[in-house]
């Protein structure tokens, strides 16, 4: 790769001298996937800091090498929790990338990739749902069976057949932002915003739908309003922050029009972003630093939302053995571990077995298992040894990419498990008991 001479003066941005925080103890080591699979010191949360160091302060380049070590890193954040220092890691990687690798991406296909997935797919919904429509048609008309077949395997190019064999079968129905209102039978406790996101809603349609189920029996009317659109995660972790501010203040704009009590979401990724839209939006952002503040406040995890309120606890029991997948958007950017574990123990009948490194990410980490595939797959193989281990009937996460994640882990190993988002599991006990 031919390395172009960039700017590093946005390691000298606020925030940026965050990174001398670090004391070189070595204490977040064991909690970082990358340098437990590599064993390299590069690709480990202390080497990776000491490279932004030596380019901040010019004492190397920011080479391809040095970029290689960067981009390995899954953007997890179990450093975060490990270090004792209160180094913020995951925004010293942001910007990391958005001023050094980003600029980078200087070859014809890369400038192709990242402006059709973060300029065009991403920001524009209809787009991404025109594209959903083809890949449901794909799965379903029996193009996929086809294609899958040993003949046509034998002759695909064998990157587009493991690129093809990674795409998450689409479940149910899609579903949408809209002015509909889904209201609650119980006694009404107020009202909640949704949001809908990118991918969610295209390929766990019926995640996003037992979620309305949920709070509605929990006495909330929900609404998702129309115009939101995806909450800039993906974009903020590639660098692509400028794109990602647009989508912070169209969706900080449309929830605090929509009258409702909190914002919620069902993705921990989205939510950990949303949380921090103050660190992409500035004084010269087209809007006021008292509605980011208000849109941050009101943002809250599924989880986090549920057992703050006196949840209704299912009448019958499930009758069974689950491990829960810590996501790391939720345990390390948000520091929510308790809540999901509280849900899953209310449930009647749900016998939780830990799971050994549950804080340790399963190596999906959005676009991760597509660019990283090698450090993907080892991680998932390390995560699904653990997970058999446990002998549990289901996995229980909240974060669909880790769904995705284990589903495919659960079918290399060739194992029956369900792998559900826990408002499923929730929602699952709550229809069991309307059958009564
Ligand atoms: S734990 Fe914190 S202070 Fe210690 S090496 Fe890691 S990042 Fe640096
Ligand atoms: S964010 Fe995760 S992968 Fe990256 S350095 Fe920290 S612990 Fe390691």
């Known amino acids: 790769m031919t390395i172009s001479k960039v700017s590093n003066t946005l390691l000298l941005e606020p925030g940026m001298e965050d990174m001398y925080k670090c004391v070189h103890c070595g204490l977040c080591l064991s909690a970082c996937p990358t340098y437990l699979t590599t064993g390299r010191e590069m690709e480990s949360p ?110 695909a190019p064998s990157s587009l057949v493991v690129l093809e064999n990674q795409l998450p079968a689409i479940k149910g129905n899609f579903f949408s932002a809209s002015t509909k209102i889904y209201p609650t039978k119980e006694k009404k406790q107020g009202t909640v915003g949704l949001l809908s996101g990118c991918v969610m809603p295209l390929f766990q349609g019926p995640i996003m739908e037992a979620t309305v189920r949920v709070l509605n029996r929990n006495g909330f009317d929900v609404v998702s309003p129309p115009g939101q659109g995806c909450c800039g995660a993906l974009n903020v972790h590639a660098g692509e922050r400028e794109r990602a501010s647009k989508m912070a203040i169209n969706n900080i704009e449309v929830f605090l029009k929509a009258n409702v ?75 929510i571990t308790k809540a999901p574990r509280e849900i899953l123990q209310s449930i009647p009948g749900i016998e939780l077995v830990e799971l050994k490194d549950s804080l340790i990410c399963c190596g999906a980490a959005g676009t991760y298992q597509i660019v990283q595939k090698d450090l993907s797959t080892k991680l998932l193989s390390k995560k699904m040894a653990t997970i058999i281990e446990t002998k549990a009937d289901a996995v229980v996460t909240a974060n669909p ?35 009564i």
């Open 46 to 155: 202390r080497g990776r800091i000491a490279l932004m160091k030596a380019v901040k302060e010019s004492r190397i380049e920011p080479s391809s090498r040095v970029i290689s070590h960067w981009e390995s890193c899954l953007q997890c954040r179990g450093c975060e929790t490990a270090c004792p220092s209160g180094v913020p890691f995951g925004f010293l990687m942001e910007q990391t990338k958005a001023e050094l690798i980003y600029p980078q991406k200087t070859s014809l296909k890369q400038r192709f990739l990242h402006f059709s997935v973060f300029k065009l797919l991403f920001p524009a919904l209809p787009l991404l749902y025109v594209l959903g429509t083809l890949v449901k048609f794909y799965q379903k008309s029996g193009l996929q069976r086809i294609l899958r077949s040993r003949i046509v395997t034998k002759v």
């Open 261 to 335: 009590d909190k914002i919620l979401t069902v993705s921990a990724g989205c939510g950990s972003t949303m949380k921090e839209y103050q660190n992409l939006l500035d004084k010269s952002s087209s809007i006021s630093s008292e509605d980011v503040s208000t849109f941050v406040s009101m943002t809250q995890d599924i989880t986090e939302f549920l057992v703050s309120i006196p949840l209704s606890v299912p009448k019958t029991a499930l009758s069974m053995k689950v491990t829960y997948q810590d996501s790391c958007h939720l345990a390390h950017a948000q520091k």
């Open 401 to 435: 990419g880790c769904i995705i994640q284990i589903e495919n882990g659960i079918k290399q190993n060739d194992l029956n498990s369900p792998v559900y988002h826990i408002v499923e599991l929730l929602d699952l006990a709550y229809s069991t008991e309307s059958k």
